[in-house]
């Protein structure tokens, strides 16, 4: 079955799709939570935090799907992740089911400190779920003490090197001007010019980060680049992720909103695509010696498990899409606060 494809080079592509939508989908959301508490008027803050109601528990579907696409394509490099990121793992997830509380319960007592408090925890597990993802990424990056018997010997201190602090920023940084963009598209009035000030500070934010990081990379981490002088038609990305970032404050400003969020969306994605690059084929680099290091065929599952697991992906991906497709469509528009609102 599936004779000529290259099922491990398929499942790279795969995941890599899987994560790359959760990006563009939980980044919007997360990127709104980060920026709550500049919005100072409480029926302000509910209609920030109802627009992204419909939507921010769905989207993190597409991180379940892709952890565990990883985990039954390439089991080691699951296992070695887990294991190695141990510590921040559960702390990703104790903010991520933190944040959740949070959305749920802040409207449930008629108390302004109450709110308040939980107004200040929904903002700060936006924040940390941004951070503790970039910095698990800029790991990855960087590499980490993978041993022969596929096992990451270091401590979650190790995980906070300057490198990966670098990138986690960045990531935060990126979020907040794509949910900085999301908000403008649904609120209006007031509130809508309010946070259309925000975006220009906040792509100048992401840039500051993301020349910073790139210039690192090109220190640190110029393997990262290599693939680029031996493909320079890879550059591309690179050139048309500038543009799509240029292209925001030129949407915005023509009030053209939807557009200017799939600028940020298509960033989003240009960079993923760029570190899937730049990794290619390792998932998990090793700074012991490169032979140590997990690629997509010493760490893949069996090409049986492979052809399977591609065979339910072809059948459930059409359904995953058209839920998504479907809950955007619906909840389209402006947000209209009314008694089922948070």
């Given at each position: 079955m599936y004779e000529g494809l290259d099922l491990n080079v398929t499942w790279f592509v795969l995941i890599g799709v899987l994560l790359t939508g959760y990006a563009i989908l939980d980044g919007f959301d997360l990127g709104v939570g980060s920026l709550h508490l500049l919005i100072k008027n409480d029926l302000d803050r509910r209609i920030a935090l109802n627009s992204i109601g419909p939507f921010w528990d769905g989207n993190e579907v597409w991180?379940?799907?892709?952890?565990?696409?990883?985990?039954?394509?390439?089991?080691?490099?699951?296992?070695?992740?887990?294991?190695?990121?141990?510590?921040?793992?559960?702390?990703?997830?104790?903010?991520?089911?933190?944040?959740?509380?949070?959305?749920?319960?802040?409207?449930?007592?008629?108390?302004?400190?109450?709110?308040?408090?939980?107004?200040?925890?929904f903002s700060i597990s936006s924040i940390m779920i941004g951070l503790l993802f970039g910095i698990a990424l800029g790991n990855v990056i960087i590499g980490i003490p993978v041993a022969a018997d596929k096992e990451a010997y270091m401590t979650f201190f190790d995980l906070l090197n300057p490198y990966a602090i670098l990138v986690g920023i960045t990531t935060v940084a990126l979020f907040m001007m794509h949910g900085a963009i999301f908000l403008v598209m649904k609120t209006e009035g007031d509130l809508q010019k309010l946070v259309r000030g925000w975006v220009n500070n906040a792509i100048i934010f992401f840039v500051i980060c993301y020349v910073t990081t790139t210039m690192a990379t090109l220190i640190y981490v110029p393997q990262m680049a290599s693939i680029l002088k031996s493909h320079p038609e890879y550059f591309l990305i690179?050139?048309?992720?500038?543009?799509?970032?240029?292209?925001?404050?030129?949407?915005?400003?023509?009030?053209?909103?939807?557009?200017a969020f799939l600028s940020s969306s298509f960033s989003i994605l240009a960079l993923l695509a760029l570190f899937a690059i730049g990794i290619f084929p390792n998932l998990l680099s090793s700074t012991i010696s490169p032979e140590y290091s997990l690629n997509i065929y010493n760490a893949a599952s069996s090409r049986t498990t492979l052809e399977v697991m591609f065979t339910m992906a072809l059948i459930g991906i059409p359904f995953v899409l058209s839920y998504t497709i479907s809950i955007y469509w619906i909840f389209r528009g402006k947000v209209k606060l009314d008694n089922t609102s948070y």
């Open positions: 991180l379940v799907t892709g952890g565990g696409a990883l985990f039954a394509a390439f089991p080691h490099v699951y296992a070695t992740f887990t294991s190695g990121f141990y510590l921040a793992v559960m702390l990703i997830l104790m903010v991520i089911i933190f944040r959740a509380v949070a959305i749920e319960f802040r409207s449930k007592v008629e108390s302004a400190t109450w709110r308040k408090a939980w107004d200040i925890a690179a050139i048309f992720n500038m543009l799509a970032i240029a292209n925001i404050p030129r949407e915005i400003f023509h009030g053209r909103e939807f557009r």
